[in-house]
């Protein structure tokens, strides 16, 4: 849902206009790398399906504008920067762990330990001095390396393929009845307006509990009213949910399998052997380390944040309290490995493959080192 809904909230009259602007200026490769990867990290941080569209439709678009200009660009090293996303993801609003993590009772009842607290809170999680500095190091390094990346490489082309427009607006003309209704530019702002408000109040009723508030649900209900306010009208949002899901199709047929995987390296016991390994040979100020790369192994099998916190979780906070570490610098640590190999793991690509229209061995080059970079 999240992945479908941020689709949709990317597809948005609102983001196609941002993304228009955005692109107007920009004349060669190295500029244009600069762009996408701030844009696209900035945005994924907010919320990862959103941030992985809205980097794939910003890199297409670029193509097409450097196609109308009949100029040169490396357009697989900006559908690389467009990926980034997912390489920043899960330290931000929309992480699986952090987000499960500041439910209350959550951590509880993932471990049967009831000696661990309540919850996480995003004030020690996503907005924890840890985390800023390293978010902030992220958008600052990463880009500037995108840049380099382009000042060196050759692969440079003139991208030919028809202009996709995401926001055509639909006439009114011959409908009647409800009909109308679904092509009311007033219904759907008013609707999707009363949705972000309903999203504002718990928000407010909520601001002393530690934004704990923020769950799955709550971010898909905050979506879905963005995307309906910020759609023309009902008709076209229900246009952008049906291509959403067509974007979403590869990683639905594909995502059983990987839970298949995911169910016999936990009943196999191979995730334990990987974590008690790490935690064998970890102290206090190593252990953190250590569960950045086993967090990173696992997620090589099992590119799901949610289903590897559900597995690898409740080891790394029991070792953690045993340790002594900080529970949520242990949280953050399989946040960050669980992501930095996406780059690696090119499964979350298939929908931003699909927009580009790029092969995921035209990407991968970049995005490989990407990782390296990131680490």
Same mark, same amino acid.
């Given at each position: 849902m999240m992945l479908v809904l941020g689709h949709v909230?990317?597809?948005?009259?609102?983001?196609?206009?941002?993304?228009?602007?955005?692109?107007?200026?920009?004349?060669?490769?190295?500029?244009?790398?600069?762009?996408?990867?701030?844009?696209?990290?900035?945005?994924?941080?907010?919320?990862?399906?959103?941030?992985?569209? %809205?980097?794939?439709?910003i890199a297409r678009k670029l193509g097409e504008h450097f196609s109308t200009m009949n100029k040169k660009l490396n357009y697989p090293l900006i559908g690389a920067c467009g990926y980034l996303g997912l390489m920043v993801w899960h330290g931000g609003l929309s992480g699986s762990s952090?987000?499960?993590?500041?439910?209350?009772?959550?951590?509880?009842?993932l471990t049967g330990n009831t000696s661990l607290p309540i919850s996480l809170g995003f004030n020690e999680t996503v907005f924890s001095n840890m985390n800023l500095i390293s978010a902030l190091g992220i958008f600052i390094i990463i880009p500037l390396f995108?840049?380099?990346?382009?000042?060196?490489?050759?692969?440079?082309?003139?991208?030919?393929?028809?202009?996709?427009?995401?926001?055509?607006?639909?006439?009114?003309?011959?409908?009647?009845?409800?009909?109308?209704?679904?092509?009311?530019?007033?219904?759907?702002?008013?609707?999707?307006?009363l949705l972000i408000v309903v999203t504002a109040f718990v928000a407010v009723v909520h601001k002393g509990e530690n934004l704990g508030f923020i769950t799955p649900n709550y971010i898909n209900f905050s979506l879905l009213g963005l995307g309906i306010f910020f759609h023309t009208n009902f008709q076209t949002f229900l246009k952008a949910v049906q291509d959403a899901?067509?974007?979403?199709?590869?990683?639905?047929?594909?995502?059983?399998?990987? %839970?298949?995987?995911?169910?016999?390296?936990?009943?196999?016991?191979?995730i334990e052997?990987?974590?008690?390994? %790490?935690?064998?040979?970890?102290?206090?100020?190593?252990?953190?380390?250590?569960?950045?790369?086993?967090?990173?192994?696992?997620?090589?099998?099992?590119?799901?944040?949610?289903g590897q916190w559900a597995i690898q979780g409740p080891i790394i906070l029991e070792a953690a309290q045993q340790i002594g570490v900080p529970l949520n610098k242990a949280v953050m640590a399989l946040a960050y490995g669980d992501q930095i190999t996406?780059?690696?793991?090119?499964?979350?690509?298939?929908?931003?493959?699909?927009?580009?229209?790029?092969?995921?061995?035209?990407i991968l080059p970049y995005t490989l080192l990407f990782m390296l970079v990131g680490s």
């Amino acid at each position: 849902m999240m992945l479908v809904l941020g689709h949709v909230l990317a597809l948005s009259e609102a983001v196609n206009r941002l993304i228009n602007n955005l692109i107007k200026p920009i004349q060669t490769t190295t500029r244009a790398a600069l762009i996408v990867c701030m844009s696209t990290i900035a945005v994924a941080y907010f919320n990862w399906g959103l941030g992985l569209i %809205f980097g794939a439709i910003i890199a297409r678009k670029l193509g097409e504008h450097f196609s109308t200009m009949n100029k040169k660009l490396n357009y697989p090293l900006i559908g690389a920067c467009g990926y980034l996303g997912l390489m920043v993801w899960h330290g931000g609003l929309s992480g699986s762990s952090l987000v499960k993590a500041a439910e209350a009772g959550h951590l509880r009842s993932l471990t049967g330990n009831t000696s661990l607290p309540i919850s996480l809170g995003f004030n020690e999680t996503v907005f924890s001095n840890m985390n800023l500095i390293s978010a902030l190091g992220i958008f600052i390094i990463i880009p500037l390396f995108a840049r380099f990346l382009a000042n060196k490489s050759h692969e440079e082309y003139i991208p030919l393929f028809k202009s996709i427009d995401s926001s055509k607006k639909e006439t009114t003309n011959d409908a009647f009845g409800a009909e109308r209704m679904d092509r009311s530019r007033l219904l759907s702002k008013l609707i999707g307006g009363l949705l972000i408000v309903v999203t504002a109040f718990v928000a407010v009723v909520h601001k002393g509990e530690n934004l704990g508030f923020i769950t799955p649900n709550y971010i898909n209900f905050s979506l879905l009213g963005l995307g309906i306010f910020f759609h023309t009208n009902f008709q076209t949002f229900l246009k952008a949910v049906q291509d959403a899901m067509s974007g979403a199709a590869g990683i639905l047929i594909q995502f059983p399998l990987y %839970f298949g995987i995911l169910a016999l390296l936990k009943t196999g016991g191979l995730i334990e052997v990987f974590s008690d390994f %790490f935690i064998a040979i970890s102290n206090p100020t190593t252990f953190p380390i250590f569960t950045f790369i086993s967090a990173g192994i696992v997620n090589v099998f099992v590119p799901s944040g949610g289903g590897q916190w559900a597995i690898q979780g409740p080891i790394i906070l029991e070792a953690a309290q045993q340790i002594g570490v900080p529970l949520n610098k242990a949280v953050m640590a399989l946040a960050y490995g669980d992501q930095i190999t996406n780059m690696l793991q090119p499964f979350w690509a298939l929908p931003l493959l699909s927009i580009t229209q790029l092969k995921a061995s035209q990407i991968l080059p970049y995005t490989l080192l990407f990782m390296l970079v990131g680490s």
